[in-house]
């Protein structure tokens, strides 16, 4: 696979109805002190700043130079600088890391260390193609972020059963920090991670292998149903796992050598030095269904390629050299050693010209990726232009209508401050003119209102001195209220207040009267005195008029100051 920038390109899945739980899923990671010394036994924490430990944050937040991982993903396999053909996996179905499940990964690695230790080849599309496939993981009603996306095996390939577990128990929760590493290229090795980005589904999901990848591969098929077949030395799944497991060699990172060149405990990939057999055992059952009943093969069957064990080469197999004692045909054996290193030639320029075809092939299906690639891009950018102008429509009608509606409002605003304006003329009957008008008819309606609220304010705070001056004389008994209205109220009861105070004061001045005539020490009838029924009323002023002069003697000595207005009407009752 080519080393390129991951990027995304945004195909729509329209078969997926569950909802994605996106950042939902994630928690505050929960790494064991056994975790911890599973990776140190494995070599992965080994390497300074290789491995960096969440604190309390609940979503992660990768340091400058990391990228998010999990242990169950590093003990299957994975190590940083990621192995190219992963990237190109990565690159090819539109993934990052955390979007793989743990047997996803274990896949990879299964399939990697197969084609480099047992076949002789590189990883390649081509026969990946023939083997698996992607798929959604999640339930009809929720689909998965973390691990949401499942590589499962071809009911129609003849591959190894592997034996995987159904489920990894809480490896969502075992979240970490591994170190970026770029591998020598520019690009990064990993995608940034971006824990929001949603899960879509690509077509290369389900590419299948084309005929003429069917073709190239089909050797490499009958080699794998041959190891799987040849009795007394059949390769498993399970052999495979071992076998990457002792090597100490993550088949997921990028190495100097591939594995058909591996030079045993001195190999500079290895991580570590050999795992005990039971942490071996051990490690092989958690990422397998094998139980403790099951036993775990300590080699394999099958002998994988390495520096000790090199590939085949493709020449003619040797012919038997004929002895000199056979008389007679030792001119024959000449031209047959003669014919042999002719076929050598030979078989050396099909070797030279099959690299050349490989190397042709490769970029060939490299450049195919890239164009695919770059029709995805166009159609997503083509989509998104088209996307573009329909917010754009929609955000300029959605204006026009905003703008409508807010020219509508302030109309129906001035409307109504012009009609306040007109029921407080017609109330008070004082009309105002503004000195500068803004020629605003929404501010200058507003301005007029203000100038006859500031007329009415004032109007009131008169009000109020008037009544709180007057309130002490109508209500002596009571407390003054706080506010005007409760003020006002108090001098519109359902009775007469001005009858009211004419009474209590007729009283007052009863009192008094009756005071000073019994303190004439005068004989006094009271009963004739009341009986007013009888006095006429012209008899009643006359009384009046001979009574004034007393009667200013009498208010003077009371306190009180005549006013100059008549008291000839008969006594209210």
């Known amino acids: 696979m080519p080393p390129r920038r991951l990027t995304r390109h945004n195909t729509p899945d329209s078969s997926m109805a569950a909802a994605d739980l996106g950042t ?16 140190k036994k494995l070599g992965i924490t080994a390497k300074p ?55 996803s990964i274990l896949h990879i690695s299964i399939f990697i260390t197969l084609c480099e230790a047992f076949l002789g080849v590189s990883p390649n599309w081509a026969l990946w193609k023939r083997i698996f496939f992607c798929r959604r993981n999640g339930s009809p009603n929720v689909a998965y972020n973390i691990g ?17 577990p159904d489920s990894v128990q809480g490896w969502r929760k075992r979240w970490l920090y591994i170190r970026e590493e770029n591998d020598g290229c520019l690009e990064d090795n990993i995608p940034p991670f971006d824990g929001a980005e949603k899960i879509l589904r690509r077509r290369s999901w389900d590419a299948e292998a084309t005929e003429e990848e069917r073709t190239s591969t089909e050797s490499l098929m009958a080699r794998i149903h041959e190891l799987q077949n040849t009795r007394g030395k059949e390769l498993s799944g399970i052999q495979i796992i071992v076998y990457f497991l002792k090597s100490r060699v993550q088949p997921l990172q990028a190495r100097k050598f591939p594995l058909w060149k591996y030079t045993g405990n001195e190999d500079v990939d290895r991580l570590s030095v050999d795992l005990e ?17 099951d036993a775990i093969p300590s080699s394999c069957r099958v002998k994988p390629y390495s520096a000790t064990h090199a590939l085949p080469k493709p020449v003619i197999k040797d012919l038997l050299r004929i002895g000199a004692q056979f008389v007679g045909y030792r001119e024959y054996a000449n031209k047959a050693e003669e014919k042999l290193a002719e076929a050598n030639d030979r078989a050396n320029t099909l070797a030279q010209q099959l690299e050349q075809s490989e190397k042709a092939r490769k970029k060939a299906e490299s450049d195919a990726i890239d164009a695919r690639a770059e029709a995805d891009k166009a159609k997503a950018d083509a989509a998104g232009v088209e996307d573009l102008r329909k917010r754009l429509h929609t955000a300029e009608t959605s ?14 605003i001035r409307k109504r401050l012009t009609t306040q304006s007109r029921r407080f003329v017609a109330r008070t009957a004082q009309e105002f003119q503004l000195d500068e008008p803004a020629n605003d008819s929404l501010l200058d309606a507003l301005s007029l209102l203000e100038v006859h609220g500031s007329e009415a304010r004032g109007g009131i705070d008169q009000a109020k001195a008037g009544l709180s001056r007057l309130f ?3 209500f002596p008994k009571k407390e003054e209220p706080a506010t005007f209205l409760d003020l006002a109220k108090c001098f519109n009861p359902s009775e007469d207040l001005g009858l009211r105070v004419r009474h209590e004061n007729m009283k007052i001045a009863v009192e008094n009267t009756v005071a000073l005539v019994a303190d004439s020490q005068q004989s006094i009838d009271w009963s004739k005195v009341g009986d007013t029924d009888q006095i006429e009323q012209s008899r009643w002023r006359s009384l009046i008029k ?10 003077a000595y009371i306190g009180i100051k005549p006013s100059s207005t008549p008291s000839s009407s008969k006594p209210e009752v």
């Not at 057999?277 to 009943?293: A, F, G, H």
């Open 24 to 39: 939902a899923e994630w928690e505050r990671s929960k790494i064991t002190n056994q975790d911890l010394n599973l990776l």
């Open 49 to 103: 700043k290789a491995v960096c430990f969440p604190s309390e944050e609940s979503y992660p937040a990768p340091p400058m130079g990391y990228r998010v991982s999990f242990v169950d993903h590093l003990i299957r396999g994975l190590s940083t600088p990621i192995h190219p053909f992963l990237r190109g996996l990565l690159y090819v179905y539109g993934l990052q890391l955390h979007h793989l499940t743990p047997n």
């Open 148 to 164: 949401g996306v499942v590589i499962s095996i071809r009911s129609t390939a003849d591959y190894f059963d592997v034996k995987l």
């Open 277 to 293: 057999v039971k942490d071996l055992e051990r490690l092989v059952r958690k990422i397998t269904s094998l139980s403790k009943k």
């Open 399 to 412: 204006l026009s209508d905003h703008i409508a509606a807010q020219s509508a409002r302030e109309e129906a």
């Open 472 to 474: 002490p004389y109508f």
């Open 546 to 555: 001979a009574a004034k002069p007393n009667t200013r003697k009498i208010l």
